[in-house]
């Protein structure tokens, strides 16, 4: 655990779900999406389940949740170790501009050197301007474009 003011930062675990919950329909809702009730349950159901390379912390602030972070680890094609995919951040709207985006990232990084990866790297919309102000003080943007196919 680590501490930044006030804010705790800790790996989610089962006592955690109903605060994590309210906060995963919020980070939704803020994507403007829904995912259906069994992925919202297997998604918690990875983050609690130690062979699967998903990991979620949560801040906790006078005991309150009031920001969650995913990441994924995985090999590399150009690396001996191992890459961590910062998949998703979610800081409760009231709770923005107090240094808890920052806090969450910066344990990433710390996670993801004692797991000795070789990188965090992760993707946000191009109109993200708020984050992508935090963003451009933690990480470099690269030049790559991402493309997709949704199967």
């Not at 989610?12 to 809702?29: E, G, H, I, P, R």
């Not at 923005?96 to 990433?108: D, P, S, T």
């Amino acid at each position: 655990m680590i501490r930044n003011n006030s804010v705790q930062i800790e790996p989610l675990n089962k006592n955690s779900y109903d605060n994590w919950l309210n906060l995963w329909q919020s980070y939704l809702t803020f994507y403007k999406t829904d995912l259906p009730i069994s992925t919202t349950e297997n998604t918690w159901q990875n983050l609690q389940d130690n062979e699967v390379p998903i990991y979620g912390f949560g801040a906790w602030l006078d005991n309150q949740l009031v920001g969650i972070v995913h990441v994924m680890l995985h090999p590399s094609t150009w690396s001996e170790t191992e890459s961590c995919y910062l998949h998703d951040l979610y800081v409760k709207e009231e709770m923005r501009g107090k240094g808890i985006g920052r806090a969450l990232i910066e344990y990433v990084y710390e996670f993801a050197r004692q797991q000795n990866c070789n990188r965090v790297y992760w993707t946000t919309q191009d109109d993200n301007t708020a984050a992508r102000r935090l963003y451009d003080t933690l990480a470099t943007k690269t030049d790559m474009v991402q493309y997709r196919k949704d199967l």
